[in-house]
């Protein structure tokens, strides 16, 4: 099963914002549903039913308090004039959210898993596929703009299952702020 540790955005004014974003931009690039937005804290990619039992139960050690991030601007990765990623920054619980990270890489590392690169707290709104030019007058509108915050209270461990309309993301386990 391919598998990733995430903080799922849910509240539902951050998601009404991005959703009105998502229809402005007028690009050649795949939304990401609303229903799938998420941090991701640590992609762990294809792992055995056992291995998932192995990982929930590190991930049940893990203790943190609740947070709030705020959602502020839009952005590309690598850059807006190549861009392959649309994404919103946090203003605020992005240090937090990245402290998160770290302790799901320290609870998973005894079982071999590592992060290929530190995490950047971004919340990915558009993947794209094929070469579509600089979309730095499409975005640069929205550098500033804010979406909202949203308190976090839970990560989840999920399995994801990719399909010709889209990922099918479900959950195999969660862990609640203490």
Same mark, same amino acid.
């Given at each position: ?9 849910? #509240?539902?004014?951050?998601? #009404? ?10 690009? %050649?690039?795949? %939304?990401?549903?609303? &229903?799938?937005? &998420? ?25 943190? +308090? ?11 990765? @690598? ?10 920054? $946090?203003?605020?619980? !992005? ?7 770290? $302790? ?5 590392? @005894? ?9 950047? @707290? &971004? ?5 794209? =596929?094929?070469?579509? !030019?600089?979309?730095? #007058? ?12 949203? =308190?976090? +209270?839970?990560? =989840?461990?999920?399995?994801?299952? $990719?399909? %010709?309309?889209? %990922?099918?993301?479900? #959950?195999? !386990?969660?862990?609640?702020? =203490?």
């Amino acid at each position: 099963m391919r598998t990733f540790v995430a903080v799922e955005i849910t #509240d539902g004014t951050v998601l #009404d914002s991005i959703k009105k974003v998502q229809s402005e931009i007028k690009i %050649p690039a795949k %939304p990401v549903e609303i &229903h799938n937005m &998420h941090f991701t804290l640590m992609f762990l990619g294809e792992i055995t039913e056992e291995m998932a039992k192995k990982v929930q139960a590190q991930l049940d050690t893990i203790q943190f +308090s609740s947070f709030d991030i705020g959602f502020i601007g839009v952005s590309a990765f @690598p850059k807006p004039k190549f861009p392959r990623v649309i994404w919103i920054g $946090l203003d605020q619980g !992005g240090e937090k959210l990245v402290e998160l990270a770290k $302790l799901v890489e320290e609870k998973l590392a @005894p079982l071999g898993f590592r992060s290929d690169k530190p995490l950047k @707290p &971004h919340a990915t709104i558009f993947r794209i =596929k094929n070469k579509t !030019g600089d979309i730095t #007058d499409q975005i640069s509108k929205y550098s500033s703009t804010k979406f909202g915050t949203q =308190k976090v +209270s839970s990560i =989840k461990f999920k399995q994801s299952v $990719l399909t %010709p309309s889209g %990922p099918i993301y479900s #959950d195999i !386990g969660v862990i609640n702020a =203490k």
